[in-house]
Protein backbone atom coordinates (compact mmCIF):
# COMPACT_ATOMS: atom_id res chain seq x y z
CA UNK A 1 0.00 0.00 0.00
CA UNK A 2 1.35 3.85 -1.00
CA UNK A 3 2.32 5.65 2.11
CA UNK A 4 -0.49 8.15 1.24
CA UNK A 5 -3.05 5.79 2.01
CA UNK A 6 -5.88 7.49 4.07
CA UNK A 7 -6.39 7.08 7.25
CA UNK A 8 -9.15 6.24 9.15
CA UNK A 9 -10.45 7.62 12.29
CA UNK A 10 -10.99 4.89 14.69
CA UNK A 11 -13.95 4.85 17.71
CA UNK A 12 -11.58 6.59 20.17
CA UNK A 13 -10.87 9.61 18.22
CA UNK A 14 -7.37 9.05 16.54
CA UNK A 15 -5.96 7.18 14.19
CA UNK A 16 -4.56 4.02 15.31
CA UNK A 17 -5.25 0.64 13.63
CA UNK A 18 -8.24 -0.45 15.76
CA UNK A 19 -8.60 -3.86 13.79
CA UNK A 20 -6.88 -6.49 15.85
CA UNK A 21 -7.02 -4.60 19.84
CA UNK A 22 -5.64 -7.02 22.49
CA UNK A 23 -6.48 -6.55 26.38
CA UNK A 24 -3.92 -4.79 26.48
CA UNK A 25 -4.71 -2.46 24.04
CA UNK A 26 -8.06 -1.92 25.47
CA UNK A 27 -6.63 -1.53 28.81
CA UNK A 28 -4.76 1.13 27.66
CA UNK A 29 -7.89 2.97 26.22
CA UNK A 30 -9.89 2.12 29.90
CA UNK A 31 -6.58 4.03 31.46
CA UNK A 32 -7.23 6.83 29.12
CA UNK A 33 -11.06 7.26 30.21
CA UNK A 34 -11.80 6.41 26.31
CA UNK A 35 -14.80 4.48 27.11
CA UNK A 36 -17.75 6.38 25.92
CA UNK A 37 -19.25 2.66 24.90
CA UNK A 38 -20.41 2.35 28.82
CA UNK A 39 -23.78 3.04 28.86
CA UNK A 40 -25.35 5.04 31.76
CA UNK A 41 -28.49 3.60 31.63
CA UNK A 42 -29.59 -0.11 30.99
CA UNK A 43 -29.94 -1.35 26.89
CA UNK A 44 -33.10 -0.51 25.54
CA UNK A 45 -32.72 -3.86 23.41
CA UNK A 46 -32.26 -6.38 26.24
CA UNK A 47 -35.33 -3.93 28.17
CA UNK A 48 -37.53 -4.91 25.27
CA UNK A 49 -36.49 -8.00 24.20
CA UNK A 50 -35.88 -9.95 27.66
CA UNK A 51 -39.09 -11.53 27.30
CA UNK A 52 -37.45 -12.99 24.25
CA UNK A 53 -34.60 -14.35 26.42
CA UNK A 54 -36.68 -15.84 29.94
CA UNK A 55 -39.43 -16.60 27.83
CA UNK A 56 -41.29 -16.35 31.52
CA UNK A 57 -38.91 -18.31 33.83
CA UNK A 58 -36.93 -16.91 36.92
CA UNK A 59 -33.95 -17.39 38.55
CA UNK A 60 -31.44 -18.27 35.26
CA UNK A 61 -28.19 -17.88 34.65
CA UNK A 62 -26.66 -15.39 32.25
CA UNK A 63 -23.15 -14.77 30.35
CA UNK A 64 -22.37 -11.21 29.40
CA UNK A 65 -19.37 -11.44 27.52
CA UNK A 66 -16.59 -8.17 27.50
CA UNK A 67 -18.94 -6.63 30.38
CA UNK A 68 -17.16 -3.76 30.89
CA UNK A 69 -18.86 -1.90 34.00
CA UNK A 70 -22.02 -2.32 32.28
CA UNK A 71 -25.39 -1.39 33.91
CA UNK A 72 -27.15 -4.37 32.48
CA UNK A 73 -25.82 -6.61 34.86
CA UNK A 74 -27.33 -4.90 37.85
CA UNK A 75 -30.11 -4.76 35.90
CA UNK A 76 -30.33 -8.43 35.16
CA UNK A 77 -29.67 -9.07 39.26
CA UNK A 78 -32.64 -6.56 40.30
CA UNK A 79 -34.69 -9.39 37.89
CA UNK A 80 -33.73 -12.25 39.93
CA UNK A 81 -31.07 -14.03 37.59
CA UNK A 82 -27.60 -14.79 38.11
CA UNK A 83 -25.16 -12.82 36.16
CA UNK A 84 -21.33 -14.19 34.88
CA UNK A 85 -19.64 -11.25 33.24
CA UNK A 86 -15.88 -11.68 31.57
CA UNK A 87 -13.87 -8.72 31.24
CA UNK A 88 -10.25 -8.69 29.90
CA UNK A 89 -9.46 -5.08 32.01
CA UNK A 90 -9.29 -5.41 35.46
CA UNK A 91 -10.84 -1.70 35.96
CA UNK A 92 -13.94 -2.39 34.02
CA UNK A 93 -14.29 -5.21 37.01
CA UNK A 94 -13.03 -2.96 39.86
CA UNK A 95 -15.25 -0.17 38.98
CA UNK A 96 -18.33 -1.87 38.64
CA UNK A 97 -17.79 -3.61 42.14
CA UNK A 98 -17.50 -0.24 43.45
CA UNK A 99 -19.76 1.65 41.60
CA UNK A 100 -22.67 -0.87 42.97
CA UNK A 101 -20.78 -0.87 46.72
CA UNK A 102 -20.46 -4.42 46.56
CA UNK A 103 -18.07 -6.79 48.73
CA UNK A 104 -16.70 -9.65 47.44
CA UNK A 105 -14.18 -12.20 46.76
CA UNK A 106 -10.95 -12.60 44.69
CA UNK A 107 -9.28 -15.51 43.68
CA UNK A 108 -6.88 -16.39 40.59
CA UNK A 109 -8.17 -18.33 37.64
CA UNK A 110 -6.63 -21.82 37.36
CA UNK A 111 -7.03 -22.70 33.74
CA UNK A 112 -5.37 -18.97 32.43
CA UNK A 113 -4.02 -16.15 33.53
CA UNK A 114 -7.13 -13.91 35.26
CA UNK A 115 -9.03 -13.03 38.28
CA UNK A 116 -12.24 -14.51 39.43
CA UNK A 117 -14.53 -11.66 41.55
CA UNK A 118 -17.18 -13.43 43.43
CA UNK A 119 -20.24 -11.00 44.77
CA UNK A 120 -20.84 -12.08 48.63
CA UNK A 121 -24.04 -9.99 48.42
CA UNK A 122 -25.37 -11.18 44.64
CA UNK A 123 -25.01 -14.03 42.45
CA UNK A 124 -22.24 -12.54 40.09
CA UNK A 125 -19.19 -13.70 39.10
CA UNK A 126 -16.56 -11.47 37.11
CA UNK A 127 -13.98 -13.31 35.16
CA UNK A 128 -11.19 -10.57 34.94
CA UNK A 129 -9.28 -12.69 31.76
CA UNK A 130 -9.26 -12.69 27.98
CA UNK A 131 -12.01 -13.95 26.55
CA UNK A 132 -10.34 -16.53 24.38
CA UNK A 133 -9.24 -18.08 27.12
CA UNK A 134 -12.39 -18.59 29.07
CA UNK A 135 -13.31 -22.45 28.65
CA UNK A 136 -16.82 -24.26 29.79
CA UNK A 137 -14.56 -25.81 32.47
CA UNK A 138 -14.62 -22.52 34.20
CA UNK A 139 -17.83 -21.07 33.65
CA UNK A 140 -20.31 -24.03 33.11
CA UNK A 141 -23.16 -23.62 30.89
CA UNK A 142 -26.08 -20.88 30.43
CA UNK A 143 -29.43 -20.29 30.08
CA UNK A 144 -29.23 -16.99 28.15
CA UNK A 145 -26.43 -14.92 26.63
CA UNK A 146 -26.53 -11.36 26.61
CA UNK A 147 -24.19 -9.91 23.93
CA UNK A 148 -24.06 -5.97 24.08
CA UNK A 149 -21.90 -4.98 21.70
CA UNK A 150 -19.13 -7.67 21.83
CA UNK A 151 -19.35 -9.77 18.93
CA UNK A 152 -18.90 -6.62 16.97
CA UNK A 153 -15.78 -4.84 18.66
CA UNK A 154 -13.55 -8.16 18.79
CA UNK A 155 -11.39 -8.27 15.41
CA UNK A 156 -13.63 -9.73 12.81
CA UNK A 157 -10.44 -12.14 11.98
CA UNK A 158 -11.57 -13.60 15.52
CA UNK A 159 -15.15 -14.51 14.73
CA UNK A 160 -15.27 -18.18 14.41
CA UNK A 161 -12.84 -18.70 17.62
CA UNK A 162 -15.39 -16.28 19.51
CA UNK A 163 -18.60 -18.21 18.19
CA UNK A 164 -17.20 -21.48 18.92
CA UNK A 165 -16.70 -20.82 22.33
CA UNK A 166 -19.79 -18.70 22.59
CA UNK A 167 -21.80 -21.92 21.60
CA UNK A 168 -19.36 -24.22 23.90
CA UNK A 169 -21.31 -22.38 27.06
CA UNK A 170 -25.08 -22.65 25.76
CA UNK A 171 -26.97 -24.92 27.13
CA UNK A 172 -29.17 -26.90 24.79
CA UNK A 173 -31.98 -24.36 25.32
CA UNK A 174 -29.70 -21.63 25.76
CA UNK A 175 -31.55 -18.20 23.92
CA UNK A 176 -28.76 -15.88 22.90
CA UNK A 177 -29.75 -12.29 22.56
CA UNK A 178 -26.88 -10.49 20.03
CA UNK A 179 -26.80 -6.94 19.37
CA UNK A 180 -24.89 -5.70 16.49
CA UNK A 181 -24.60 -2.92 13.85
CA UNK A 182 -24.82 -2.33 10.30
CA UNK A 183 -21.87 0.35 9.33
CA UNK A 184 -19.56 1.27 6.58
CA UNK A 185 -16.32 0.29 7.82
CA UNK A 186 -14.18 2.04 4.84
CA UNK A 187 -15.28 5.34 6.19
CA UNK A 188 -14.90 4.28 9.73
CA UNK A 189 -11.99 1.73 11.08
CA UNK A 190 -14.06 1.03 14.10
CA UNK A 191 -15.04 -0.74 16.22
CA UNK A 192 -17.55 -1.44 16.17
CA UNK A 193 -17.22 -3.71 12.86
CA UNK A 194 -20.24 -3.89 10.87
CA UNK A 195 -21.65 -7.57 10.97
CA UNK A 196 -24.55 -8.69 8.47
CA UNK A 197 -27.17 -11.06 9.38
CA UNK A 198 -25.14 -13.34 6.77
CA UNK A 199 -22.22 -12.82 8.58
CA UNK A 200 -23.96 -14.18 11.89
CA UNK A 201 -25.42 -17.17 10.07
CA UNK A 202 -21.90 -17.49 8.95
CA UNK A 203 -20.42 -18.48 12.37
CA UNK A 204 -23.44 -19.87 14.34
CA UNK A 205 -25.24 -21.50 11.72
CA UNK A 206 -23.94 -24.93 11.90
CA UNK A 207 -25.21 -25.17 15.18
CA UNK A 208 -27.57 -22.76 15.75
CA UNK A 209 -31.17 -21.01 14.39
CA UNK A 210 -30.59 -17.39 13.71
CA UNK A 211 -33.69 -15.20 13.91
CA UNK A 212 -33.76 -11.27 13.59
CA UNK A 213 -35.78 -9.77 16.26
CA UNK A 214 -35.62 -6.30 15.53
CA UNK A 215 -34.08 -3.73 13.65
CA UNK A 216 -33.21 0.86 14.00
CA UNK A 217 -31.35 3.71 12.60
CA UNK A 218 -28.95 4.37 15.53
CA UNK A 219 -27.35 7.23 14.47
CA UNK A 220 -26.45 9.82 16.80
CA UNK A 221 -24.34 12.91 16.82
CA UNK A 222 -21.18 10.33 18.23
CA UNK A 223 -21.68 7.80 15.21
CA UNK A 224 -21.93 11.39 12.88
CA UNK A 225 -18.95 12.60 14.10
CA UNK A 226 -17.35 9.35 13.39
CA UNK A 227 -18.05 10.33 9.01
CA UNK A 228 -20.11 7.65 8.44
CA UNK A 229 -23.09 7.73 6.76
CA UNK A 230 -25.64 5.06 8.59
CA UNK A 231 -25.57 3.05 11.39
CA UNK A 232 -28.57 0.75 11.94
CA UNK A 233 -28.72 -1.26 15.30
CA UNK A 234 -29.90 -4.91 14.78
CA UNK A 235 -30.82 -7.47 17.20
CA UNK A 236 -30.95 -11.24 17.04
CA UNK A 237 -32.19 -14.48 19.04
CA UNK A 238 -29.93 -17.53 18.52
CA UNK A 239 -30.82 -20.74 19.34
CA UNK A 240 -29.31 -23.95 19.44
CA UNK A 241 -30.67 -26.30 17.03
CA UNK A 242 -32.57 -29.31 17.62
CA UNK A 243 -32.22 -32.85 16.64
CA UNK A 244 -34.58 -32.98 13.97
CA UNK A 245 -37.82 -35.74 14.20
CA UNK A 246 -40.61 -35.98 11.88
CA UNK A 247 -43.15 -32.98 11.29
CA UNK A 248 -40.55 -30.45 14.18
CA UNK A 249 -40.32 -27.07 13.91
CA UNK A 250 -38.22 -24.48 15.91
CA UNK A 251 -40.66 -23.03 18.02
CA UNK A 252 -39.15 -19.46 18.58
Known amino acids: MSGDT ?3 LNRFGD ?3 PTNMSVDDWKKRWDKEQTEFHL ?4 PMLEKHLGALVQGRSKLRFFIPLCGKSV ?4 LLE ?5 VGCEGVDKGCQEFLQENKMKYTASPMKSCEGTVYRSQCSPLTLYRCDVFDLRREDVGQFDCIWDRGSFVAIP ?3 RKRYADIIVSLMKPDCRYLLDCFLLNNEQFAGPPFSCTENDINTFYGSYCAVKKLDEKDAMTDLQRGWGISYFTDQVFLI ?3 KRPHVGSS ?3
Open 6 to 8: KRL
Open 15 to 17: YED
Open 40 to 43: PKVH
Open 72 to 75: DMRW
Open 79 to 83: QGHGV
Open 156 to 158: VSK
Open 239 to 241: RMK
Open 250 to 252: LIW
